[in-house]
């Protein structure tokens, strides 16, 4: 089996190859799905990631969540090893923070115990087991927050055979690809 640390560099190494065009056309595809998934229509909130060097974007879901009377919190490095939830009501609220990834410059925390999250990944697999980017935020997150529903989003490249699972592992009730809705 390929470890976490070999799957990150072959997914990072495709992930620089593919085009903002690519980026922009299949994170639409991926929000047209997200956002009619029946987690998504039934949420008062929804927490999303700000994407970052070529993630999918999550720019048209916060959108549509605005549009539709939902709230939207994004997460914020807080600690050595924690994240928060922070509303925000414009992306003119977030700036570079925790490796330069956007985030809520302040604000009011979150407090939502079942809201849809939506879920980064560096890559995952067909179980929906998940590599992060290794610092294991969110599976920390979701540990002491298990109520919220939970979709991960990825491009189809991110889907690989198989990722190896460790006990601390929070896998996502969803993976949504441009192509796929992996349950």
């Known amino acids: 089996m390929v470890s976490k640390k070999e799957i990150r560099k072959y997914i990072f190494a495709q992930r620089k190859e593919i085009s903002i065009e690519e980026v922009e056309k299949n994170s639409r595809l991926i929000c047209d799905t997200v956002t009619s998934l029946p987690e998504f229509l039934a949420a008062e909130c929804v927490y999303a990631y700000a994407d970052y060097n070529k993630e999918v974007s999550t720019r048209g879901i916060i959108e549509e969540a605005w549009k539709a009377g939902k709230r939207v919190a994004v997460p914020k490095v807080t600690g050595a090893h924690e994240m928060k939830y922070y509303y925000i009501t414009s992306f003119d609220q977030l700036s570079p923070g925790y490796f330069q990834i956007p985030e809520p410059e302040e604000g009011a925390e979150a407090q ?24 294991g935020f969110y599976d ?28 601390t592992d929070i896998f996502p009730d969803k993976v949504v690809t441009e192509k796929r809705v992996i349950e």
Do not use: C, W
Request: hydrophobic content about 40%; charged content about 25%.
């Open 112 to 135: 939502e115990e079942n809201a849809f999250l939506i879920v980064p990944g560096v890559a995952f697999d067909k179980n929906r087991h998940r590599a992060g980017y290794g610092q």
């Open 140 to 167: 920390r997150y979701l540990s002491m927050h298990p109520k919220h529903k939970t979709a991960a989003i990825a491009f189809e490249f991110q889907i690989v055979e198989e990722i190896p699972a460790e006990a």
